[in-house]
């Protein structure tokens, strides 16, 4: 940390702004000094859209909301920064950062006080909290930089900046290795950024560490955002010389939510906050204690009237009595013993004869449409006439509808013609032989502009040799239309009763019976649709684009109680189990493959997976443990219990009493889990 241009008078209503960098992300802050309170006005996050090279720009963005929302002018700037930006060696800004910080500064015209580390922030923020020297791990994960600190009783004993990758616990390893040897690490581990880091935190409990880093399982805890900003602006309000008494959460909402807090002395007179939040103060065990402790010390300084030695008896007695009420009432220890577990996994079937089905119904009315898929043509057919020749030696009779056809169109007589036997003549001194002819009118098969043919076309007639008959056109068709026409199709109304009884199976199935049992589980496979009434806007081939359909819809569901499900799979899966080890509701979990009802019975197809834990008796490691000190508990659980691993909460913590678990059995919690 380096405040090295403060100057602590004249700083009454002075105005500051806080901009604490990360690697791809920032977030500025507007602080102001007021009745001796440093209070947190407002405060924006950004992120480096174009990368560091164009931080400067994203800064001055920042700059200008924080002003506009606050109507002040920022100026002097405090920096709070990540340790993977600093130089090891020269514990400084590193250049390639200075530069830039330099840079901005200038241009954006601000006056730096310096800088602020955000691990002294969470040193002291915890520190404050728990009123003790702290021992632990801190891990700042940042994108692509990781930096690991290791307190021992509130010194630091080892600090590690080393590149962040997708594997965490490996590069945590590459940290550990090098203390392996020298201190056993903390089993506490605390990790801080701005973002969730619940998946880390996992990944951290559920590895097997070394026994040689490790004496017992670490634990595992997340400073939040608004913590660790709180442990940064206690620390800048430190450098006033002035005392913090605690943080008082304020919302205020000038154009979004933003959440800041005050400093030390009275909130009351901050200005613009709409709404406070008041955390209660945390009262400890260990702060009872101390009042006991500090009610004997005043008994002891009694005047001197009473005997010497009747006033060190009484004193011996209240303390002994304080260390009694203490370890009563006060002294109390959570153990968690990680059991060897095995895994049971089966297919197994549930009837309704060991399992009890509940059905239920309601009536509900559904509407869906759809585009039509029929057709209709409408239009006009092309007509003209046609000259039929007869080269047969017998006159030809033609019907009415004789079918002709030309270039693959169709065409019909349109009446009954007698068309004449051909005739042999002489022409310039040759015989000739000419067919008999008719004209007669004719119409074209189908509806369309296709049939509107030109003239000169040659016909077959019927399946007649075309050399004997055939018939030619002197003059065009005409008069040859047509348009298609939507229509209701009988297939257009099955399809929507098909979706309707679909719809209605993914209707939020919020029946009575799920309504009083918020346990209940609808088994969507017997899900029964019935439409009770239907009603379409439209009737089979009417011209519509869409057909709308109205339907009033039985629904009768089948419902099962998730805890009597786990109940009856686990006393199937108990034979399964070896000898010693327990099932447990809380460590099966199941799935429905499929669903049958035969008449009135029903059938479920149930994938289980479930987790036996070795059995042990609570109420056994209760006894074994009470009284016992701390650091002989891991020998006395795995050579009573064979257990994998533990965690241990002991409060209050007071010397002597914290090494020690409680004396009275009531005041030990055993719980039970595995790896």
Same mark, same amino acid.
């Given at each position: ?52 090279? &164009? ?68 040193? &002291? ?17 940042? &994108? ?70 490790? $004496? ?80 004997? +010390? ?20 209240? $303390? ?129 502009? +296709? ?225």
């Amino acid at each position: 940390m380096r405040l090295p241009f403060f100057n602590k008078s004249g700083n009454e209503g002075k105005t500051f702004f806080g901009l604490f960098l990360k690697e791809q992300q920032g977030i500025g802050f507007v602080m102001k000094m007021k009745d001796a309170n440093i209070i947190l006005i407002d405060q924006e996050k950004f992120t480096y859209s174009n990368g560091w090279e &164009h931080v400067t720009e994203a800064i001055d963005e920042v700059i200008l909301k924080l002003e506009q929302r606050t109507k002040t002018k920022l100026h002097e700037t405090i920096f709070f920064i990540y340790s993977h930006f600093i130089d090891e060696k020269t514990k400084d800004i590193k250049k390639v950062y200075l530069d830039k910080v330099k840079d901005l500064v200038k241009r954006l015209n601000l006056k730096a006080l310096g800088y602020i580390e955000a691990y002294e922030a969470v040193l &002291h923020y915890l520190e404050k909290k728990e009123e003790l020297p702290l021992t632990a791990i801190l891990i700042e994960l940042d &994108h692509s930089n990781l930096s690991v600190f290791v307190y021992r009783r509130g010194e630091l004993t080892y600090l590690k900046v080393l590149a962040h990758t997708d594997k965490l616990i490996d590069d945590l390893l590459m940290s550990f290795m090098e203390i392996k040897g020298r201190f056993v690490l903390p089993s506490r581990i605390i990790l801080y950024n701005s973002k969730d880091l619940d998946n880390e935190s996992t990944e951290i409990v559920t590895y097997r560490w070394s026994e040689e880093l490790f $004496i017992q399982l670490p634990r595992v805890e997340i400073v939040k955002e608004h913590e660790l900003i709180q442990g940064l602006l206690e620390v800048f309000a430190e450098q006033y010389g002035k005392n913090t008494t605690g943080a008082i959460f304020t919302e205020a909402k000038p154009k979004e939510e933003v959440m800041g807090f005050v400093i030390g002395g009275d909130v009351a007179k901050a200005k613009n906050i709409k709404e406070e939040i008041i955390l209660p103060a945390r009262i400890s065990s260990t702060f009872i204690a101390d009042k006991i402790s500090s009610f004997t +010390q005043k008994i002891l300084t009694l005047p001197k009237i009473i005997n010497k030695r009747w006033t060190v008896l009484a004193g011996i007695i209240l $303390i002994l009595a304080g260390l009694f009420l203490n370890e009563y009432f006060f002294h109390r220890a959570t153990l968690t013993l990680f059991l060897p577990s095995k895994s049971i996994k089966k297919d197994l079937s549930v009837t309704s004869d060991n399992l009890t089905i509940s059905t239920d119904s309601k009536t509900v009315d559904l509407k869906d449409s759809k585009p039509t898929t029929g057709k209709k043509e409408i239009g006009e057919k092309a007509k003209g006439s046609i000259t039929l020749h007869n080269f047969d030696d017998s006159e030809k009779t033609f019907a009415k509808g004789t079918s002709l056809e030309t270039g693959g169109l169709k065409f019909s007589l349109d009446q009954e013609v007698k068309i004449a036997s051909a005739s042999v003549v002489t022409i310039n001194g040759g015989v000739v032989k000419q067919p008999g002819k008719a004209k007669v009118g004719a119409t074209a098969d189908t509806l369309g502009n +296709q049939s509107n043919i030109a003239s000169g076309k040659q016909f077959k007639i019927a399946d007649l040799s075309s050399s004997q008959y055939f018939g030619l056109n002197e003059s065009a068709f005409t008069g040859g239309t047509k348009k298609d026409l939507k229509t209701v199709a009988k297939k257009d109304m099955d399809d929507l009763l098909k979706n309707i009884g679909i719809f209605a199976k993914k209707q939020k199935t919020d029946l009575s019976q799920a309504k009083k049992n918020s346990d209940a589980k609808i088994l969507t496979q017997l899900t029964e649709v019935e439409i009770a009434k239907e009603k379409f806007d439209k009737e089979v081939g009417e011209e519509a684009d869409t057909i709308s359909l109205q339907a009033e819809v039985k629904l009768t569901a089948y419902s099962y109680t998730d805890k009597e499900m786990k109940d009856v799979i686990l006393k199937i899966l108990t034979k399964d189990a070896e000898k010693g080890f327990e099932l447990s509701n809380n460590k099966l979990s199941y799935s429905i493959k499929d669903a049958a009802k035969k008449g009135n019975e029903v059938t479920i197809n149930v994938s289980s997976d479930a987790k036996s834990i070795k059995d042990v008796s609570a109420d056994e490691v209760i006894k074994k443990v009470s009284g016992k000190n701390t650091g002989n508990l891991k020998n006395l659980l795995t050579e009573n219990f064979k257990i994998e691993g533990y965690e241990l909460t002991v409060k209050p913590k007071i010397p002597l009493l914290q090494n020690l678990m409680p004396f009275f059995e009531k005041n030990i919690t055993v719980k039970i889990s595995s790896l």
